[in-house]
């Protein structure tokens, strides 16, 4: 947990610890870079992605060992993104950030196996103890993640009260397109996104909006923003 760093030292000359960063704000992703790169010489800065779709398609090529990725981007949820990748590269750490702490991010976080939680208002320096602590291979959480989790005698990780409305009854496809068309994306943009057919979309757009009682584009996005699941 947070504070508590593990060594990954083997006793010979430590390998640099490869980083994919993924973020839709350029100045963030630089920033971020800058200052990984001074405080983290053990970090090497492999590659960047504006959203989720690239994260993937970057993972796969650059093979990183730590991915950090921001949570609210357009295009694919990033923990569908992140659940891709780690089930291409299983051994990869994942770390989130994020402007809020929300009880739908912080679920949705631990169910695909975050290995940190970020806060972006945290000092920007607990946020590289952060990175080096989950590098080290321990866990890191923001304070205020912190306050809303129970720790198990096994080391689990849950929330105390965990999320319980009407978006508990999608499924995962659901949900996923759920964020994407409340951000705006077509039916023919998200079957693309998602490499599945128009029809396939359509029909699990229809289901969800039954499940939630919802019948039109704006009340979507609303509900998905009273949700969390996108930034208003």
Do not use: W
């Amino acid at each position: 947990m947070a504070g508590k760093g593990l060594s990954s030292s083997t006793g010979g000359k430590m390998e640099k610890q490869r980083v994919l960063l993924v973020d839709d704000h350029r100045l963030m992703l630089d920033l971020l870079a800058s200052r990984l790169e001074r405080d983290l010489p053990d970090l090497e800065i492999v590659g960047s992605a504006g959203d989720g779709n690239e994260a993937v398609i970057q993972a796969a090529d650059l093979r990183p060992d730590l991915v950090i990725m921001d949570i609210d981007m357009p295009g694919m949820s990033c923990f569908d993104a992140a659940s891709d990748i780690l089930h291409r590269l299983p051994s990869c750490l994942i770390m989130f950030l994020s402007a809020h702490s929300h009880d739908e991010y912080i679920d949705q976080a631990l169910r695909v196996g975050a290995r940190g939680y970020i806060v972006k208002n945290d000092d920007v320096n607990a946020i590289v103890d952060a990175i080096r602590t989950v590098v080290a291979g321990d866990l890191y959480y923001s304070q205020s993640v912190l306050a809303r989790v129970t720790v198990s005698n096994d080391g689990r990780i849950s929330l105390d009260s965990p999320p319980s409305t009407r978006l508990q009854s999608l499924t995962e496809r659901e949900r996923q397109i759920l964020i994407m068309l409340a951000k705006g994306e077509s039916v023919k943009r998200v079957a693309r996104a998602l490499n599945i057919t128009y029809k396939t979309v359509d029909k699990h757009k229809v289901s969800l909006m039954k499940k939630l009682d919802i019948h039109d584009r704006v009340e979507l996005c609303r509900f998905a923003v009273r949700e969390h699941l996108i930034e208003a």
